[in-house]
């Protein structure tokens, strides 16, 4: 009880913060408005208010996203499937069966970080790569135990190629938030919303080599009690090898996925981030 009344307040007031921000931000609402008006073609004053909608819920998602975060301790094996349900976890159970790992793709949708934590919970602890706050090492320990409390490890993703592909060979998970820009030297240019971005490849090149499959999964936030953390049909490395370009064929295959979940809940994604730079 004392919980709950706790999650709900903070829920609340981390929302009030996040549309306020909407309100107030100079830099990431234009950037937000520019690639959701990239991604759903403006054609008359309905389609604007529609993605300035869009917009607006986006930053009270991550609102709630970041009170789930700072809530990430007290959600447990008693409590937790309370707010969380899967949809398709048959796709990982089918993953995990073929014993040669099972790399898992997100990104920064919904409440992802509470995905991650229930999946640990769960028994699928894995090893996730991140990016290191460098300027303020007091946050990034914080951030840096808040994920690890439920089993999760994390990795710098700067020269994470070898402790990833040991945990691959060792028939385990490894996680990839795969949403954002790319250097050219990380990827290859693929569509996404009918333009080619940068998009991350090392994932698929792991696949690729290893054998293990690619699980796309997004955890959409219901209402302010519900979750539910959808995983998409797996990508099968040796569905692919056929292709004249596996590796392009299975980036396309990625960005579709997360077109779906957008599709579904646009306001769900983390619109802030230049995904679309240079457009």
């Not at 240019?189 to 080599?209: C, E, M, Q, Y």
């Amino acid at each position: 009880m004392i919980f709950a009344t706790l999650r709900l307040l903070m829920i609340f007031i981390f929302r009030f913060l996040g549309k306020v921000t909407f309100f107030c931000s100079k830099k990431r609402r234009p950037i937000a408005q520019k690639n959701i008006d990239l991604c759903f073609k403006i054609k008359n004053n309905f389609d604007a208010k529609r993605n300035e909608k869009i917009s607006q819920k986006s930053f009270i998602f991550l609102g709630h996203a970041l009170a789930d975060f700072l809530l990430l301790r007290f959600y447990n094996n008693k409590n937790i499937d309370k707010y969380i349900s899967v949809k398709n976890i048959n796709y990982l159970h089918e993953a995990m069966s073929l014993n040669k790992g099972v790399i898992i793709t997100t990104a920064h949708f919904g409440s992802w970080e509470l995905a991650a934590h229930y999946l640990a919970l769960k028994n699928y602890q894995s090893l996730v790569l991140y990016n290191p706050i460098k300027k303020y090492g007091w946050l990034e320990n914080f951030i840096k135990k808040n994920r690890e409390l439920s089993g999760n490890t994390l990795i710098s993703k700067h020269n994470a190629l070898l402790p990833v592909y040991r945990q691959l060979i060792n028939k385990k998970i490894v996680t990839f938030i795969i949403d954002q820009h790319c250097h050219p030297n990380d990827g290859i240019k693929v569509p996404l919303f009918g333009h080619n971005v940068w998009t991350h490849t090392a994932f698929i090149k792991l696949s690729l080599k290893t054998g293990a499959p690619i699980l796309s999964g997004f955890t959409f936030i219901k209402d302010l009690f519900k979750y539910e953390l959808e995983i998409f049909k797996p990508l099968y490395p040796q569905d692919y090898k056929k292709f004249e370009d596996p590796e392009h064929s299975m980036a396309c295959a990625s960005n579709s996925s997360l077109e779906k979940a957008i599709l579904k809940d646009a306001g769900s994604w983390m619109w802030q981030h230049r995904r679309f730079k240079n457009l």
